[in-house]
């Protein structure tokens, strides 16, 4: 995908009920688009983090531990 910022390269993608959020690494940072009910409701980036910080951040979200 080509964003306004470069492209962004979507990894993987994590689902539970009415929440989804991808996981996607943009210019070397990695990142999440979070989504609720289909509708995308926030967008993190996580500089200076691993893809393993930027997957767990994910999963968390979808599993109701983090909040956004």
Not at 38 to 47: D, K, P, R, S
Not at 54 to 60: K, P
């Amino acid at each position: 995908m080509i964003t306004e910022q470069g492209s962004k390269k979507e990894i993987s993608t994590f689902m539970r009920g009415p929440l989804k959020s991808d996981l996607f690494e943009s210019n070397g940072v990695y990142g999440c688009d979070y989504y609720k009910n289909g509708v995308l409701i926030a967008t993190e980036l996580y500089a200076g983090k691993s893809v393993h910080y930027a997957q767990s951040a994910a999963e968390n979200y979808v599993d109701g531990i983090k909040q956004v």
